[in-house]
């Protein structure tokens, strides 16, 4: 079993820059993702990175504005969001899933095996 913390969330003006962690328990490595939720939309895939090599994918939305990294040292994942807009506002969930590929990404929910419980980010306008 995983358990995935997330933290960072928060309230920014639009153009500005918030840093969401996600931390992650155990020991093995699983390709990670970060989904979100605006009231009353379906949650949406936002960007995910492999469980090594460091591939990355983005969604259009956030392509040049948000990048993804991650520690594996500290079993901890980062997205740094930047340019910030008021249409960014939902609550962001962290995801990992059982990778057996090392590059392999997952941009589908029910490709991930467990999930945070979410940070609100409010852009103000």
């Known amino acids: 079993q995983v358990q995935l913390v997330e933290s960072g969330g928060g309230l920014v003006q639009a153009g500005g820059s918030l840093r969401l962690s996600c931390a992650a328990s155990?020991?093995?490595?699983?390709?990670m993702g970060w989904f979100r939720q605006a009231p009353g939309k379906e949650r949406e895939f936002v960007t995910a990175?492999?469980?090594?090599?460091?591939?990355?994918y983005y969604a259009d939305s956030v392509k040049g504005r948000f990048t993804i990294s991650r520690d594996n040292a500290k079993n901890t994942v980062y997205l740094q969001m930047n340019s910030l807009k008021p249409e960014d506002t939902a609550v962001y969930y962290c995801?990992?899933?059982?990778?057996?590929?090392?590059?392999?990404?997952?941009?589908?929910?029910?490709?991930?095996?467990?999930w945070g419980q979410g940070t609100q980010v409010t852009v103000s306008s």
């Open positions: 995801a990992a899933a059982r990778a057996i590929i090392a590059g392999k990404v997952f941009s589908r929910r029910n490709e991930y095996d467990y």
């Open positions: 155990g020991r093995t490595l699983y390709a």
């Open positions: 990175i492999s469980r090594s090599i460091g591939n990355t």
